[in-house]
């Protein structure tokens, strides 16, 4: 391709669609850090614009970052030449020693790359591309490539010539960028931790909608190599899922073609006068890069506007799926290898599908051309007092408005447009194989979570594949777990807690068991009281157990007095005393009333002489009265807080002593202070359980 059209085809990637700014904007996903459990980072990756992003999904996997440098995930290091191994610029087999991932059934394996090696002299920096097809050889299923630069991400795209085209077509994993310094993050976790589990999340990339628009950037020129015949097997091979989904009223497709602008400065150049109309501000690719023989450009774009025109055509008339029939009997039947890349072939295309019929009275073929045929001076004369007429569509595939990111395949852009839906209204051809993976699948991650395989448990459990991942169905004996961290589902036996802690932790301290297990059905795996969980996954007592409430988690001093300790012995006083007093109260109190009645009896009768004599006695004051205050004595309304001291006569709280009524909300709200913050599980021995086979993943 000569130099005046990489210019321009490059300016092409910056103009707009419509009346929307729609250049190549970049398209992200999230990324967290599962494990360690005290690192839970999430950050932003930038997808790449190749591979196979997993849209509506998530994946769960231990990182792995094949540096030369020892310590990280316990490696001793590997040796690659000429660029080292982190760079991922050569297969790995060749590496000193050998890297091959060791993979587990049911677990993923997310490759750390870095970027570059760039502005190193004696190096040379490789391909994205290359750097994913070699981590996907040694056994990777997703590559995260580290930005070597501050700054903002950029989208990884993959070269498109001849030369790339079977490393673009063989690749089955999803690769995105990330900065530097999450990066850093994530090798200084690795370094401190024998493993490290992220989580990369495509679950909110799309925007969700009932009825899911989709938009494909297309040409009809079928003689630019391997990029026309990328688009034309994808027309071919959508076709019949394309026409299903939109018959069904499930999507809503538009088809938009591939177009660049002339600078202004080369109008009036050789490639410019045949390849653009309207002073260079629609073109067209030569298709042979050569403007003397051949098909032209403007050629091309006159075949780009009957599709375009026919489409439009159908869609008034309710039946824009005719569009995919359109298209590709015009690719089968009008080549430009066979000399029949012709306006008068377009309109065989359009007869033999009924075209007249698409409008009233039979009229479709005028509609048709009358749309086609462009009038290039009415059209320059409308843009004069509209220079929005002149906005430019880039080369894209867009759903529910925002860009399509990875390879340009039916089950890729299928899968995207999935994920538009809202969860659980996915049309059924959505958990179909070829779409999203059967992870119900001998040997899949929800076949063995599900415990499929397991003929013991034949009809007690059952995986179920949906399109976000799967579900367990566990019944008879078998329950279900929900790590409620990363919302992973498994089966497992009631009794296994009793065999081996349903995979909780287990421990003995001080010649008794524990474990994190509850076995229920509503098994969560979480430290049981006096205990805390640890990096490791496992739990250790918060204090010494014999100083421990086994029912409430709270630990008592071995010596001293805690703060606690007063609170408690001040309550337990005022207790024992509130009771003394309160006794002490209702003795005098029928002390006196006794000595009132016999005052009164003994004005009416006469009473035996010791009891008067005591009675003359006691009001002489020869007793003396317990009391506080002028006369002591215990008021009947002792209880309240006369004196202002926030307590009562019985050791309880005393009514707020105050001389008006506090206006509602104050400084605090309406609900007053704030209620005190839950226990954690490392003060009480509840909260956070600890996460289970962390580097196994699902998908929400």
Not at 79 to 87: K, R, S, V
Not at 239 to 253: C, I, N, R, S
Not at 315 to 325: I, N, P, R, T, V
Not at 334 to 348: E, L, R
């Amino acid at each position: 391709m000569r130099p005046l059209q990489i210019l321009v085809l490059l300016v092409a990637l910056v103009l707009a669609s419509k009346a929307v700014q729609a250049g190549y904007s970049i398209e992200t996903a999230g990324l967290k850090v599962i494990f360690p459990p005290d690192n839970k980072k999430t950050v932003q990756m930038a997808m790449a614009d190749f591979g196979k992003p997993r849209y509506g999904a998530t994946m769960i996997g231990n990182l792995i970052y094949p540096s030369s440098q020892p310590g990280y995930g316990g490696s001793s290091g590997y040796t690659c030449f000429p660029e080292d191994c982190q760079y991922g610029c050569q297969n790995f087999n060749a590496s000193k020693p050998v890297f091959k991932i060791d993979r587990q059934p049911g677990q993923f394996y997310i490759m750390l790359l870095d970027r570059g090696p760039r502005n190193q002299e004696g190096h040379t920096a490789c391909y994205f591309l290359d750097k994913v097809f070699n981590a996907q050889a040694a056994g990777a299923d997703a590559v995260l490539v580290a930005n070597d630069a501050p700054g903002e991400l950029s989208t990884a795209v993959a070269p498109e010539d001849d030369d790339t085209a079977k490393e673009l077509q063989s690749l089955t994993i999803s690769a995105a960028m990330i900065s530097l310094d999450d990066a850093n993050l994530l090798r200084k976790l690795m370094l401190a931790n024998p493993q490290v589990t992220v989580m990369l999340n495509w679950t909110s990339v799309v925007p969700k909608s009932s009825v899911v628009s989709w938009e494909f950037w297309t040409n009809s020129n079928d003689d630019c190599g391997f990029s026309c015949r990328e688009q034309l097997k994808f027309i071919a091979d959508m076709k019949d899922k394309a026409q299903a989904l939109e018959t069904a009223g499930k999507v809503k497709f538009s088809p938009h073609y591939l177009l660049w602008n002339c600078p202004a400065a080369f109008i009036n150049t050789t490639e410019c006068q045949t390849e653009c109309i309207m002073n260079g501000t629609y073109c067209v690719p030569d298709p042979d890069d050569d403007p003397t023989k051949g098909y032209s450009g403007r050629d091309v774009l006159a075949i780009n506007m009957r599709q375009l025109c026919f489409h439009r055509l159908a869609s008034a008339a309710g039946k824009a799926q005719l569009w995919w029939d359109y298209a590709t009997r015009f690719a089968a039947n009008c080549s430009m290898a066979a000399k029949t890349y012709t306006v008068d072939c377009a309109v065989g295309v359009f007869e033999s599908l009924g075209g007249a019929d698409l409008a009233p009275g039979q009229t479709g073929r005028a509609v048709w051309d009358a749309c086609a045929g462009f009038n290039e001076s009415a059209a320059l004369a409308a843009a004069a007092t509209n220079p929005a007429a002149l906005k430019i569509p880039v080369l894209e595939v867009r759903i529910n408005g925002r860009q399509y990111r990875g390879s340009l395949d039916v089950g890729g852009v299928m899968r995207a447009i999935c994920s538009g839906f809202p969860a659980g209204q996915e049309p059924a051809v959505c958990n179909q194989g070829w779409v999203s993976e059967d992870e119900c699948a001998p040997g899949g991650v929800g076949y063995l979570a599900c415990m499929s395989g397991d003929g013991g448990v034949a009809g007690k459990t059952k995986c179920v594949n949906t399109f976000q991942g799967y579900s367990c169905e566990c019944k008879d004996g078998m329950y279900k777990y929900v790590n409620p961290m990363t919302g992973e589902e498994r089966c497992e036996d009631v009794n296994e807690a009793e065999l081996n802690w349903g995979g909780c932790w287990s421990g003995t301290v001080k010649g008794e068991t524990f474990t994190s297990c509850s076995p229920s059905l509503s098994l969560r795996c979480e430290c049981p009281k006096c205990f805390r969980a640890t990096a490791t996954n496992t739990c250790e007592p918060v204090c010494d157990l014999d100083q421990c409430d086994r029912n409430t988690g709270y630990c008592s001093p071995k010596a001293g007095v805690s703060v606690g300790g007063i609170i408690g012995i001040a309550l337990a006083s005022a207790a024992l005393t509130g009771g003394l007093v309160l006794a002490a109260n209702r003795y005098l109190m029928k002390q006196r009333m006794g000595d009132e009645i016999r005052d009164i009896m003994a004005q009416y009768m006469p009473l035996q002489e010791r009891e008067r004599n005591a009675l003359l006695a006691a009001r002489a004051g020869g007793g003396g009265r317990a009391g506080r205050g002028p006369g002591g004595g215990i008021r009947p309304d002792e209880d309240s807080d006369d004196d202002g001291n926030g307590v009562g006569a019985y050791g309880w709280p005393g009514a707020p002593h105050s001389t008006a009524a506090a206006p509602p909300g104050g400084s605090l709200g309406p609900l007053g202070p704030p209620a005190p913050a839950a226990p954690t599980l490392a003060a009480a021995g509840r909260g956070q359980p600890v996460p289970l086979r962390a580097h196994t993943r699902h998908r929400f």
